[in-house]
């Protein structure tokens, strides 16, 4: 129950001189029940590959793999892989459209031709799970505030129940409440349903709390596959790239320098916090 | 303003001899804008279909001595004159025309367009209004294109099917994608008008430009070529008859 992604390469307009190379020969495994994140500066490709995971977007080469099945040439059809892997895009609050919360929250499930009482229990879930209160189920989505609306967006592709869910930078202009509040209710969804979460974002700070997995995308390549600490390891080369580790590993790599016997594993806040004070003797 | 000319001319012309100084003004066109052959022929094959259609209509249905006839179809020979003499001028409109968008630059079409029209500032005509309008428009139609491509990808990714059923149902489904790129195109153009007014913007009077369009020796070359080629094509449509 996963999904492989084998040599998978694509290009915007193959066979033409506009022709630029989004993925180069991509390899990864995403295993049940793991919460990735997906890392990589503007433009390294991680939307793109996001797209190919439930066939949004069709490979110039290679194959993408469901639970063993190829999903461009097998039985699995379009529909049912979609209903598997939910994609939330980049600013999902822009694909709302009804007139009220609840019925947009019904358009996936409803899509998928479930009994109008499934979809609305589905729709019901999915909207307790992102925190949506029920005095807000009747209003009009363009009402609520931008955090909301991105819960109400959320709530739409988790209504579908995906086994994997992965979601194109969901904290993108939010403020940092904002962000954690999904971030947080991301991490509790994983935790009772047991799903697949694959987090697409270009900052270390976002994932580094959640994620068991980053995978580092840098020019349509994977650059890292590995542990947060491991990956974090190379701070030196993730900046090159455009990125930088958590400020947290950068502060203990440099007391480290400075002649601290410090963990340099460490990512969460909390920790390094009393880490640092225990190497000034607070 | 010199495509536009070219274009009236074709419709002046009556027969096939006004149509070789035509054919020589847009060989020397296309010559000096170095626009490569095959970009052209590629821009004509959108065209194909109309290309073909009218040719179709003018050849069964123009009226005349019948050459060949078959069922109640019959090909006269005013027909196949027709025919040849709108393929060829359907051919030059399009040809001309493309010429004209692949080598000017939106900005310069609409500094064109407000300077050619200038000359309705006097009764009130809001005429740099209408090149800004037109600027804009154009300026947003590649980021329309791919706010649609966003979001139909978008209600993909929650089971919505744009491609099968009857056509009703086909345009049901294009709720889901119409209503939020419409939100999406309001939302810009009110930022776009916010951006605007914050700096300053009020219209066309006492407005300097950035690319002021100046004339040059080779506008003048360009405007006398113009001007003779017009006359040559009037000469032709007075003098043959």
Avoid at chain 1, 74 to 98: A, I, M
Avoid at chain 1, 156 to 171: R, S, Y
Avoid at chain 1, 231 to 258: C, M, N
Wanted: charged share 20%; glycine share 8%; aromatic share 8%.
């Amino acid at each position: 129950m996963s999904i492989i992604v084998n040599h998978v390469s694509y290009s915007y307009n193959p066979g033409t001189s506009m022709e630029t190379k989004a993925l180069k020969d991509i390899n990864l495994v995403i295993n049940d029940g793991e919460f990735i994140g997906l890392i990589g500066h503007t433009g390294s490709g991680k939307s793109t590959l996001v797209q190919h995971l439930n066939g949004l977007v069709k490979p110039t080469e290679g194959e993408i793999y469901y639970n063993g099945q190829d999903i461009f040439n097998s039985d699995l059809t379009r529909k049912e892989l979609r209903s598997k892997v939910g994609l939330v895009f980049q600013y999902p609050e822009h694909q709302l459209f009804e007139a009220d919360v609840f019925s947009d929250v019904c358009f996936g499930p409803k899509n998928l031709g479930l009994s109008s009482k499934e979809t609305e229990l589905r729709a019901y879930a999915a909207l307790k799970a992102v925190g949506i209160e029920d005095e807000y189920f009747y209003q009009s989505p363009f009402d609520l505030s931008g955090g909301q609306k991105r819960r109400v967006a959320i709530a739409g592709v988790l209504a579908m129940e995906p086994e994997v869910l992965v979601l194109d930078e969901p904290t993108a202009g939010l403020d940092p409440k904002g962000r954690d509040e999904i971030l947080e209710m991301l991490s509790d969804i994983q935790k009772e349903k047991n799903c697949t979460i694959v987090l697409v974002s270009h900052s270390m700070e976002d994932v580094a709390d959640y994620a068991d997995r980053i995978i580092v995308m840098n020019k349509g390549e994977v650059a890292y596959n590995d542990t947060p600490s491991e990956v974090f390891k190379h701070y030196k080369e993730l900046e090159k790239i455009g990125l930088s580790a958590p400020e947290v590993t950068r502060a203990l790599y440099q007391l480290r320098k400075e002649g601290f016997d410090v963990n340099t594993d460490i990512i969460n806040v909390q920790e390094a916090v009393e880490t640092i004070g225990k190497c000034f003797g607070i | 303003m010199g495509t536009l000319i070219f274009l009236v001319s074709l419709f002046i012309t009556k027969n096939y001899i006004g149509y070789i100084p035509a054919l020589i003004f847009l060989a020397a066109v296309v010559k000096i804008s170095k626009v490569p052959f095959k970009f052209i022929v590629k821009g004509m094959k959108a065209i194909v279909f109309l290309l073909s259609l009218s040719v179709l209509c003018n050849l069964f249905l123009t009226p005349g001595e019948p050459l060949v006839s078959f069922w109640k179809l019959s090909i006269s020979r005013e027909g196949i004159k027709t025919a040849v003499f709108m393929a060829i001028r359907l051919t030059f409109l399009i040809i001309g025309s493309s010429i004209m968008t692949l080598t000017t630059t939106p900005n310069q079409l609409t500094d064109g367009l407000e300077k050619g029209l200038g000359f309705m500032k006097v009764i009130k005509v809001p005429v740099h209004e209408i090149a800004m309008m037109m600027s804009i428009a154009l300026r947003f139609i590649p980021i329309l294109t791919e706010e649609t491509d966003k979001i139909m990808k978008a209600q993909m990714a929650r089971g919505a099917d744009f491609e099968s059923g009857n056509i009703i149902k086909k345009i049901k489904s294009l709720i889901p994608l119409l209503v939020p790129l419409f939100i999406s195109a309001f939302r810009r153009a009110n930022d776009l008008a916010m951006a605007m007014e914050a700096r300053g913007y009020r219209g066309g009077d006492g407005r300097t430009k950035m690319k002021p369009l100046k004339y040059h020796g080779n506008d003048a070359v360009a405007y006398i070529i113009l001007l003779l080629y017009l006359a040559v094509i009037i000469a032709l449509r007075v003098l043959i008859k």
